[in-house]
């Protein structure tokens, strides 16, 4: 639909729109199923983009970061950890790597043993942070290595529990999308109902319409205009209450939390649910653009 | 104005026009007669793109009605008026605005227009009945709404398909004084009726012409009537 075909449609004057009388209950269905549909669609939406920047901060900041544990028996434990530290240093594929200090440890544990613990009182394992470059390490590689020179090492490059993850999360955005093109379909083919129902109800109308010199163009821009904008005030509706539904959902601060609690829309993405009811009018005009050449067409 | 060359049409059964060969010279006035069930109606069909012939050629204003778009199909019914005995309306809207109807869809609906509608409901006296709904008119107001109607649009050319029929005597008087008036300003005009008394009344006013179907064929009928 051109720019110039829009104006157009919305420049008729409205005694064209009279031809056709208007149907009082099924414009309300057409209002109310548009409103849903884009309601529904806003859902669909927060819930990919929720998952697609989880899926991209999981594969991004963990996938480039490991953790070398040193559990050694307090003596050795320094040595090792120094020994563990010249092993990355000649590792290829590691950007930078540092062993926690014992304040960063205490704060570690501190949830669950609480602040005021005596780290040196108790055998904790010293921790090693690994970040890798764009290009990552060979981890197996690295773990030979270790298992060599500094038994007490044991490297968890957070892969196992990250790739079902990110899978999960990147599948959940793809049926976050695959749910927004259905509530595009359904939306079609409801207007395309609701559209040959009207048609068949103005049966007569239509009859009169063609033996006084109508163009199938006149008779259908009736019928087209009022769905495009039954189509377009429903889905405006229906956003509208979505997006303040999406509002309302309790936050729970930061994102990486809990997937639940990030289920939103952030930024410039809050612009995203606008285009909800444009392209609800574009797929209704359609529809009822197809429904009535094809109505039309078998007339004499 | 409206040539119909060995023209047969049949519906899924039998052929039920064959041979049809007819001209409509402007301005001329013509009868079509037979009896019900002969084909009066398709015939009229015929003449304004409604219906295809399966055989023969139907020319109107110069062209092969096979060769007509849809759209040129629409654009030939503003030059011809058609008034049906079971005319309809648009139920929703006044007698004015049904009348005026034409000029809407066809985008010339100015305020010029006003007067000439005002004009022409008083010609067919339904002037005081304008904001009435079609719903709410008698049968020989309906015609004369209908009539007026197709002629708004000043066309070549008037067809009606038994317009008398659900009309007492009087008021199918006073409709055909209409389309001989219509046919003085240069309309041609076909109406199709099987009320012959009505064709005798008619001859004494007008040149008219009288075309029988009879046995699938179109014949002139002279004299005898």
């Known amino acids: ?300 | 104005m409206i040539d119909l060359e060995n023209v047969a049409y049949s519906y899924g059964g039998g052929e039920l026009l064959s041979d049809i060969s007819l001209r409509l010279a402007p301005g001329s006035f013509h009868f079509l007669t037979g009896p019900s069930g002969s084909g009066k109606t398709t015939l009229m069909k015929l003449c304004y793109g409604a219906l295809l012939p399966t055989a023969g050629y139907v020319r109107l204003f110069d062209t092969d009605v096979r060769t007509l778009s849809r759209d040129d199909v629409a654009m030939l019914r503003r030059r011809v008026g058609v008034v049906h005995q079971d005319c309809q309306f648009l139920d929703h809207m006044p007698v004015a605005e049904n009348i005026a109807l034409p000029l809407q869809v066809s985008g010339r609906g100015t305020p010029a227009q006003g007067e000439d509608l005002a004009d022409l409901m008083e010609w067919v006296g339904l002037t005081a009945r304008a904001n009435a709904l079609p719903p709410e008119l008698s049968g020989g107001e309906r015609q004369r709404a209908a009539l007026a109607r197709a002629v708004i649009m000043s066309p070549d050319v008037v067809l009606a398909d038994e317009p008398t029929g659900n009309v007492d005597w009087d008021m199918s008087q006073r409709l055909l004084r209409l389309l001989i008036e219509l046919n003085r300003m240069g309309k041609t005009v076909l109406v199709a009726t099987h009320d012959l008394s009505l064709i005798r009344a008619t001859k004494a006013h007008v040149q008219a012409r009288v075309l029988r179907i009879a046995n699938r064929r179109i014949q002139l009928a002279g004299a005898d009537l």
């Open chain 1, 1 to 300: 639909m051109t720019g110039g075909q829009l104006s157009r449609m919305f420049q008729r004057d409205t005694q064209a729109d009279r031809v056709v009388p208007s149907s009082g209950f099924t414009a309300q269905l057409t209002l109310f199923a548009a409103g849903s549909m884009a309601f529904l669609a806003v859902f669909a939406l927060s819930l990919s983009l929720a998952a697609g920047r989880l899926a991209e901060r999981w594969g991004d900041e963990l996938g480039r970061s490991a953790t070398i544990r040193i559990a050694a028996p307090a003596d050795q434990q320094q040595a090792q950890t120094a020994a563990a530290l010249r092993i990355l240093e000649t590792t290829r594929g590691v950007d930078r790597a540092r062993a926690l200090t014992d304040a960063e440890q205490s704060a570690l544990l501190a949830p669950w043993f609480g602040a005021d613990l005596a780290l040196d009182a108790l055998p904790v394992p010293r921790l090693i942070e690994v970040i890798e470059t764009a290009e990552g390490m060979d981890a197996a590689g690295l773990r030979l290595r270790l298992a060599a020179e500094v038994p007490g090492a044991v490297l968890d490059d957070h892969s196992r529990w990250r790739d079902p993850l990110v899978d999960a999360a990147q599948r959940l955005r793809l049926l976050g999308w695959t749910s927004i093109g259905l509530i595009a379909a359904v939306t079609a083919a409801m207007v395309t109902l609701a559209a040959n129902a009207a048609l068949a109800a103005n049966a007569q109308v239509i009859s009169v319409l063609r033996l006084v010199g109508a163009t199938d163009r006149y008779i259908a821009q009736a019928f087209i205009r009022r769905f495009t904008l039954r189509a377009l005030i429903g889905a405006a509706a229906g956003m509208v209450l979505g997006m303040i539904a999406v509002l309302l959902m309790p936050g729970g601060g930061d994102e990486t939390d809990s997937f639940l609690t990030g289920l939103g829309f952030q930024g410039l993405h809050w612009l995203l649910p606008l285009l909800i009811p444009p392209l609800a009018a574009m797929v209704a005009y359609g529809a009822t653009r197809m429904a009535a050449r094809r109505v039309l067409e078998g007339l004499s």
